[in-house]
């Protein structure tokens, strides 16, 4: 069984530009959530879609979105780069299930460098 | 608001010893999983065990096992015989059980060496 795929897994970018990252979940996984690391914020929360619809986000600028397709594939994209938002980008899919009920496995990671 | 603090920025062990990374936790939620994730030089999280906080049980996989103590908000991960491939970032992460969501709360985590 396939796990989680993100692509691309390196990207480097100039401020101001977009970007656009990509998740595909385990096959049957309808939860898809995103997390930033970073050295000096750790890992937080993004946003989670389920069934594509946002079903929860975390504190960021409007500046990062995300939507989920009906294969359950999740895109975010942040617009108008900053050099702060240069970070390892995980995704992490699982079941469906809520409140940690099923296990979240997570995809190698994005990693952005904006230059 | 929900926060997880491991204390330990770096720890090491010698190859075969134990090993114990402590977590703490803040919550005023009675009903929540607890969880235990490896991030190798990979950077791909792998979940290494999960305590539900209604389990009065504390949860063991293989020579993984964990100290829970929901009055303290305490869980601790202990690992036993430790090997070359535990090295490792260990993070502890919170989930509300009763939110219709699986967002997960980490720690900031600690890096594990392995002395062979």
């Known amino acids: 069984k396939a796990g989680v795929t993100q692509t691309p897994r390196y990207l480097i970018k100039t401020r101001g530009q977009q970007v656009t990252l990509s998740c595909s979940p385990i096959?049957?996984?309808?939860?898809v959530s995103w997390y930033q690391q970073t050295p000096g914020q750790g890992l937080q929360f993004l946003f989670e879609?389920?069934?594509?619809?946002?079903?929860n986000k975390g504190n960021f600028p409007g500046r990062f979105s995300g939507r989920q397709f009906s294969n359950s594939r999740s895109e975010m994209n942040v617009s108008t780069l900053e050099l702060g938002d240069s970070a390892l980008y995980l995704c992490?899919?699982?079941?469906?299930?809520?409140?940690?009920?099923?296990?979240?496995?997570f995809g190698q990671g994005t990693r952005l460098t904006v230059v | 608001a929900q926060t997880v603090t491991q204390s330990q920025p770096e720890m090491s062990v010698q190859e075969a010893e134990t090993v114990t990374l402590s977590c703490t936790y803040d919550t005023s939620e009675s009903d929540y999983y607890l969880f235990w994730y490896k991030q190798p030089p990979s950077r791909q999280m792998i979940l290494v065990i999960r305590?539900?906080?209604?389990?009065?049980q504390n949860a063991t996989e293989n020579r993984f096992s964990v100290n829970f103590q929901k009055a303290a908000k305490s869980f601790s991960l202990k690992i036993s015989d430790s090997q070359l491939g535990d090295a490792a970032m260990y993070f502890c992460?919170?989930?509300?059980?009763?939110?219709?969501?699986?967002?997960?709360?980490f720690g900031t985590g600690t890096l594990l060496a392995v002395q062979p």
């Open positions: 879609y389920f069934s594509e619809t946002q079903r």
């Open positions: 096959s049957g996984h309808r939860s």
């Open positions: 305590q539900e906080a209604y389990k009065q």
């Open positions: 992460a919170y989930c509300y059980y009763g939110g219709a969501t699986n967002k997960l709360i």
């Open positions: 992490a899919s699982s079941f469906g299930g809520t409140g940690g009920r099923t296990e979240a496995f």
